[in-house]
């Protein structure tokens, strides 16, 4: 195939406007091996087209921004363009692969309106070999000195009505009256994903990211969007009114100013979030080619001034008491279990400052009067242990972030956990760059809990650590819905984004059938100790702390049920970072296998739903020479007794297959460590 990187060609389009004073100009731009193209329309609609190996993704599809106290534009054409090959090599130390290449096709376009007042609006496209992106670009000009954002008209269309895996949230038409008017925009983003036709989704429901559609047998992907910073954050929604024949048409609903004041105030020049498409054969496909959303972001402008960094495991202390038992005495115990375990690690939860966790006249600098919190952060360094503190964002922002942070940067205090934001417009998205800019100023790693998806915002801010906007096992507590399916759906939908804060670890494991909410076990209304639940066997327990990607690894349970546990050893000096690692195999919803190295060790990790299955693993990602094989895998009792499990040590080399028996609700993990 014919390799280039961007054209402009003019002819009159088929169904060109009547009257139009210009015919519709076209434009495309393939990525380095040719496999991916984007087609822009520019006339008296402006739309966009992708295609994968020659068969479309998506059909033509709009484009259109609309501004407050402005009319919609009207016919434009392209100025000017211009085209770009991007090859930027970089290193993430603190993701799933060290050695990164930003490499594409771009081809920016300045459009203008072909009748006045003439106004300009920039199109931004770039082709990757695994997936394609595009933004908005507001110029400087008249009109735009201060701009309110009140639409922004892109939609996805589909050719027909395919399969896809989404999360949904409230219905949206109740944002539009009295004082639900912005409930709907309200999520920590804490929901399953579940598979179904485009035409089925409920026009009235808000879709979260990534939406995961398979467009064909050979072709997958994934939409999101990237490098969101001061604008807002998006929803999509079906419009059924808008389907082509035998197709399906989603549109880009962003989250409202809490403010009342449209979608983004702004002042021209301004860019506006990347619209990503990870692209692939097949869903494993996706997970190797989601480097595309930490690579639309920019780089980190000084890496030497984040050495200070550092990721690592945690423990906790919120999942089993919910810190009814929380005292200095116990969170110096998980100190010492921490340093025991080679965890770097321990996060102090709520409610350490007391109740209410938030409000006027509350305050994260002032512990509870039976905590000596500062004796105990400084037992913790004694023991080269950090202390990561939970906090109520408004609480937070009601102290002063910056006020706070000083605070803690004098008690030594490594990160924070901030929590219950659950909004993404852009009064929010402000507030989160706010707290991470403030957080490198005083060496401040930030955990967002109650958070909305990530979007690469750790390339550029890296004390940004991990962040929640995941469905984890808190819910374990007060809920059924963490099953052994959504944990295999998982690595195929909301981990395509970026790290999540899931807090994998449970010991206390069960089948799916026998499984007790917490909150709703005998005693526990008296007061009672009643441990948590966690779906699926012990192996499987194991495997999510390998094949789920958070640099900060919150291990759930607590060091009474951890100590002496028949595969706890695996999770000493746990790697939370990665200098390598490849999805090997897969089903969405159904199961996982996952490579990682680090060093000169790798470690392999499988989970599976509720159905047993043998899964065959070449093991021909291991280098040369022989092998150590610890394996930590569901024994022939797994499938009645989800705790038994079966440690084991075989001879192994890269030409071996690898049998690899899962029992329901079952996993495995290896360690692969060279003679």
């Not at 998806?453 to 819905?481: A, C, D, H, V, Y």
């Not at 291990?555 to 595969?567: A, F, I, K, T, V």
């Not at 024994?635 to 890269?654: G, H, N």
Request: with cysteine.
């Amino acid at each position: 195939m014919k390799k280039w990187f961007g054209f402009l060609s003019v002819w009159a389009a088929a169904g060109a406007a009547v009257g139009s004073a210009f015919a519709a100009e076209q434009a495309a731009v393939q990525s380095p091996d040719g496999t991916v193209e984007f087609q822009v329309s520019v006339g008296a609609k402006l739309t966009y087209q992708i295609s994968r190996r020659g068969q479309a993704v998506l059909v033509p599809s709009d484009l259109g921004l609309e501004f407050k106290g402005q009319k919609p534009y009207g016919e434009m054409r392209i100025a000017a363009q211009k085209a770009a090959a991007i090859d930027e090599p970089w290193t993430n130390r603190l993701g799933k692969n060290r050695a990164m290449r930003n490499r594409a096709n771009e081809v920016a376009l300045n459009l203008v309106e072909v009748s006045e007042p003439r106004r300009k609006l920039d199109l931004v496209f770039r082709a990757y070999d695994s997936g394609a992106a595009f933004r908005y670009g507001i110029p400087a000009q008249p009109g735009f000195e201060t701009f309110v954002l009140t639409a922004d008209k892109t939609t996805y269309a589909f050719a027909d009505n395919p399969i896809g895996w989404f999360t949904t949230y409230p219905d949206y038409t109740r944002s539009q009256d009295g004082s639900s008017k912005f409930a709907a925009f309200k999520s920590s983003q804490e929901e399953p994903f579940f598979p179904q036709s485009l035409r089925t989704l409920d026009p009235k429901r808000l879709i979260g990211c990534p939406m995961v559609i398979q467009t064909a047998e050979d072709c997958w992907v994934a939409i999101s969007e990237a490098d969101l910073t001061d604008w807002a954050g998006s929803f999509y929604v079906f419009q059924p009114d808008k389907q082509p024949v035998n197709g399906a048409v989603l549109a880009t609903w962003p989250s409202p100013r809490f403010d009342g004041n449209g979608l983004v105030v702004s002042a021209a020049p301004r860019l506006s979030p990347w619209r990503a498409f990870i692209l692939g054969d097949s869903e494993v496909d996706l997970v190797n080619h989601n480097d595309l959303i930490p690579n639309l972001n920019p780089p980190c402008a000084d890496e030497a001034a984040f050495s200070w960094v550092t990721p690592g495991a945690s423990a906790w202390d919120w999942w089993v008491f919910n810190n009814k038992e929380l005292t200095t005495d116990k969170i110096k115990e998980k100190v010492d279990f921490a340093k025991a375990m080679g965890w770097p690690f321990i996060t102090v939860d709520a409610p350490w400052y007391g109740r209410p966790v938030q409000g006027e006249g509350v305050s994260m600098m002032k512990p509870r009067a039976d905590l000596d919190i500062e004796g105990a952060i400084g037992y913790a360094r004694s023991q080269g242990i950090g202390v990561y503190l939970w906090g109520y964002w408004s609480t937070l922002e009601s102290n002063g972030v910056e006020n706070v942070f000083s605070v803690y940067e004098k008690w030594g205090v490594r990160g924070v956990k901030i929590d219950f934001m659950d909004r993404q417009d852009q009064e929010m998205v402000n507030w989160y760059s706010k707290v991470v800019e403030c957080g490198a100023r005083h060496k401040i790693m930030v955990n967002f809990h109650g958070a909305f998806k990530p979007t690469g915002m750790s390339r550029t801010w890296p004390n940004q650590i991990t962040r929640e906007g995941i469905l984890g096992n808190e819910f374990n507590k007060f809920s059924k819905k963490v099953t052994v399916t959504h944990c295999a759906t998982l690595p195929f939908t909301r981990y395509l984004l970026g790290p999540g804060d899931f807090t994998p670890g449970g010991f206390n494991n069960v089948h799916g059938e026998a499984f007790t909410i917490q909150t709703q076990k005998k005693g526990w209304a008296e007061g009672q100790y009643q441990p948590v639940e966690e779906m699926g066997t012990r192996a499987h327990a194991l495997a999510l702390c390998l094949i789920y990607d958070s640099p900060l690894m919150t291990l759930c349970d607590w060091p009474e049920h951890y100590r002496g546990q028949p595969g706890v050893e695996f999770l000493k000096e746990l790697p939370t970072v990665w200098d390598e690692t490849v999805a090997l195999a897969g089903k969405i919803g159904q199961y996982y296998v996952s490579a990682r190295r680090k060093g000169a060790v790798w470690y392999l990790g499988a989970v599976t739903d509720v159905h047993a299955r043998t899964l065959a693993q070449p093991l021909s990602f291991l280098g040369d020479g022989t092998y150590e094989a610890t394996v930590f895998a569901d024994s022939t009792e797994s499938d009645q007794d989800a705790k038994a499990i079966l440690v084991r040590k075989q001879s192994v080399s890269a030409k071996d297959v690898l049998s690899m028996p899962l029992a329901r609700d079952g996993g495995m993990t290896v360690i692969f460590r060279k003679r």
